[in-house]
């Protein structure tokens, strides 16, 4: 079944199991609680997998869509979808590697609003979290979602100790979405 976003768009996928896409259900959430701050926003994708939550960010209206993917077949796709949503007025960007690195090379020094869905068996929730603080990525009023594994989440007091603010925290079945804002206007 191919991946769809909103209008019933639908998406250049990979075969197989390699990416894991934010499921329709928790992608419609999200874009919910933040659908007043869409239009003309400065979006980070990290571990951007399918690309769909960038996309879903570009038909939203988001002038600055940037994202972070490690698979280079992954980052064809994500280019090819990225390229056919985004109007004249719209900027993508996508930066193959190393998230941890490629952090360091953003073009664009802040974001309104950060999507983070790593592997959810990975090692780069904390260091990553601390990357995006060190390096001031979210604007004073932006927010960031950090997607992960309801039986496995991060480890909140850690993510809290490196400066971030919790916002809420959403559960959707096996999936748990953390929302937290950053450094203070």
Known sequence: MPLRISGQRSLK??????????SAKVRQAIFNIWQGRLEG????????GTGAMGAEALV?????????EQSPQACQAIRQNWSALAQPHQHTLLLRGDVRQKLLQLPVPQ????????????DLYLPVLRLL???RCLKPTGEIAVECH???????????AIGWQQQRIKIYGST???????HPI
Do not use: M
């Open 13 to 22: 996928t990979l075969p197989g199991h390699n990416t894991r896409p934010t």
């Open 41 to 48: 926003c400065y979006w980070l994708d990290l571990c951007a």
């Open 60 to 68: 939203r209206g988001a002038q600055w869509v940037v994202g972070i």
């Open 111 to 122: 974001f309104d609003l950060i999507y983070f869905d790593p592997p959810y068996k990975s």
């Open 133 to 135: 603080w060190q390096q």
């Open 150 to 160: 309801t039986k496995n989440p991060p480890a909140l007091e850690a993510i809290l």
């Open 176 to 182: 748990t979405v953390l929302f937290f804002c950053g």
